[in-house]
């Protein structure tokens, strides 16, 4: 119903992907979802750039106003882990789920509906990031 395409889960790595079509300006966003320990853990999320299949380039990337989708190539919130690496090493991921942040994004499916959102709202949604 909301346009999504979600592949089968790989279970030997413990992923998914989901292909999500920006309603704005047409642009194709491949997003790979790793949930080893996930609840303890946040989930890795990782978009795949879908004309080449390089992993986390900008290119990969929504763009919009604020730091959600970050420059550096990642989801900015403490539901993506790969924040924890990088611009926030100062995050525990311990007790990601209280964070006020991660408030209304503690379920794949309201991170997938929040992704989708941002993507598909023109007032938001910058175009790919370059």
């Known amino acids: 119903q909301n346009g999504w395409e979600i592949f089968p889960i790989d279970e030997d790595r413990l992923t998914f992907d989901a292909k999500m079509v920006s309603k704005a300006d047409g642009e194709i966003y491949l997003i790979e979802f790793g949930f080893d320990n996930y609840k303890e853990w946040p989930l890795f999320i990782e978009f795949i750039d879908p004309t ?76 790919r990031m370059t």
Do not use: E, M
């Open 52 to 127: 080449n299949g390089q992993r986390g380039t900008k290119n990969a990337y929504p763009s919009g106003p604020d730091s959600f989708f970050h420059t550096d190539g990642l989801i900015c919130n403490q539901v993506s882990r790969k924040s924890y690496s990088g611009p926030h090493k100062d995050w525990q991921l311990a007790g990601w789920q209280s964070h006020p942040q991660a408030s209304g994004l503690k379920t794949i499916r309201t991170l997938l509906l929040a992704i989708s959102g941002r993507i598909n709202d023109t007032d938001f949604y910058k175009g």
